[in-house]
């Protein structure tokens, strides 16, 4: 996550990490996990320091950030690559220990999507 670039802009504005805390209301700690890597950062987060830091979204995304890495998708793929996709998926998910994560929105907005697509196959 882009905790270093986040960490940059709070200094350009000379805010301490508790007063950005406080906006975002999370304690002085948790931010500091944000700058740190530690913590995963939610769409909910990222819009917010948006605002606080008065920095465009797109500007936390610079450097060598990504959110994922483009994956190389060739241009055919089968029913079964889908199944075992599906498959690997799952046992993943499964080894998670969080019943309820603020990631497993976007996982299920995805799937929706998939299944979405899945339904106009014939």
Do not use: C, W
């Amino acid at each position: 996550m882009p905790g270093h670039i986040i960490k940059h802009y709070r200094e350009l504005k000379n805010y301490s990490q508790k007063f950005v805390a406080s906006k975002l209301g999370i304690s002085q700690n948790a931010y500091s996990k944000i700058e740190n890597n530690i913590t995963q950062l939610t769409v909910h987060h990222i819009k917010e320091l948006s605002k606080i830091l008065e920095v465009p979204i797109t500007d936390f995304l610079k450097d060598d950030f990504e959110i994922h890495k483009p994956v190389l998708i060739p241009g055919v793929i089968t029913k079964t690559e889908l199944t075992e996709m599906a498959q690997k998926l799952n046992k993943k998910l499964e080894t998670k220990q969080a019943n309820r994560h603020e990631s497993y929105i976007v996982v299920m907005s995805l799937l929706v999507a998939a299944d979405h697509s899945l339904n106009l196959v014939h």
